[in-house]
């Protein structure tokens, strides 16, 4: 048996697989017209695939696209482009679970397009990694890797146990949520309502965030970014932060007052952070970050194309189903315009 070859083919026979969060709600426009689909702007065989395997047919931009498969998150304003051309668009997928850089397309058009976004879908990869920063903080792994010496000083601290302060209820925290609970941590998820979100001990609204920060050993960032979400954590809540907490930001960066952030690390506020996501983003060379030894930086890569793609393809054909059933019933990852994601 090959050793190299093991863990490769166990990955892709178990595969990631979508965490679901929103099947069978209300949409928050009327029901899509059913129609030929375009792939934008540049399609793939795999998307491609996708729409074909879901019944669709695909064609090029014009009076008879119905339904856009939008892949480039990087290009709103393409986006934009492709809604006037075609008018009779009625359904829009995103290739992304945030949508903040579509916000202002949303609020243009939500009242007669239907946006459907990519969360839940990457949930698995993205809390994998949300993990894997949560113990590497917990363990000094931001510090121990720039060493070059033999260190005598005992440091680190156990996940079993801690009180993990979650914020956001979507598909990457409940699966985040799965993750942790063999280390019986105690969990109080934040998010807009207080409905119960299976697995955490309890649950708040966001407006009750800096009650439950006094007691955080860990605080995780998974919520959507809107204008009621910017700059969440600031000063005051890294002061009101126990000095060994450990931040991890695994969701958008603006969520996150950055120099506050650093302030809190210099200061020992905080003992350190573990951050997929910055802003800004991509965090420039010589930013203060980068040489903050409480500070553990991934490049946005809690996810990489290879885990995406297949991800993705599976959303599409999902939604292109419900798409052409016509019943409004089936769709997943929509996104309300009222709250922005």
């Known amino acids: 048996m090959s050793g190299g070859t093991g863990m490769s083919e166990q990955q892709q026979a178990r595969g990631h697989r979508a965490v679901v969060t929103d099947a069978g709600r209300p949409l928050p426009v009327r029901t ?13 065989a795999l998307h491609e695939d996708a729409v074909r395997r879901a019944g669709g047919t695909l064609t090029a931009l014009g009076e008879d696209t119905r339904g856009i498969v939008w892949l480039d998150a990087s290009d709103p304003d393409g986006l934009q482009d492709a809604l006037t051309t075609a008018p009779g668009v009625t359904w829009v997928q995103l290739p992304f679970a945030g949508v903040d850089a579509f916000a202002h397309l949303i ?17 698995e990869p993205v809390a994998e990694h949300a993990l894997a920063l949560t113990l590497a903080t917990l363990r000094v792994l931001q510090k121990r890797a720039r060493t070059t010496s033999w260190s005598r000083e005992p440091e680190g601290t156990s996940l079993y146990g801690r009180h993990v302060v979650l914020i956001g209820a979507g598909g990457i925290a409940l699966e985040y949520l799965r993750l942790v609970a063999p280390f019986d941590v105690r969990v109080t998820v934040v998010r807009r309502s207080t409905e119960p979100v299976p ?28 204008a009621d979400t910017s700059q969440l954590l600031g000063e005051h809540q890294f002061a009101i932060m126990p000095d060994h907490a450990r931040l991890v930001n695994i969701a958008r960066g603006g969520l996150v007052d950055t120099d506050a952030l650093v302030d809190a690390l210099r200061s020992g506020a905080i003992t350190a952070a573990g951050l997929d996501v910055t802003d800004p983003e991509p965090l ?58």
């Open 107 to 123: 609020a243009e058009h939500g009242d007669r397009v239907l946006f459907t976004s990519a969360k839940g879908a990457y949930a």
């Open 284 to 341: 420039p060379d010589g930013h203060p970050l980068w040489s903050e030894p409480g500070a553990l930086i991934t490049p946005h890569q809690a996810d990489t194309p290879e885990m995406v793609a297949p991800l993705l393809a599976e959303r599409v054909a999902t939604n292109v189903r419900a798409f052409l059933g016509g019943d409004g019933t089936g769709f997943v990852g929509v996104v309300d315009p009222a709250a922005g994601y």
């Open 199 to 226: 697995g955490a001990e309890r649950t708040v609204t966001t407006d009750q965030l800096d009650a439950v920060l006094p007691d955080a050993d860990v605080v995780v960032v998974a919520a959507a970014m809107t």
């Open 32 to 44: 899509p017209t059913p129609g030929s689909v375009t792939i934008l702007p540049t399609p793939t």
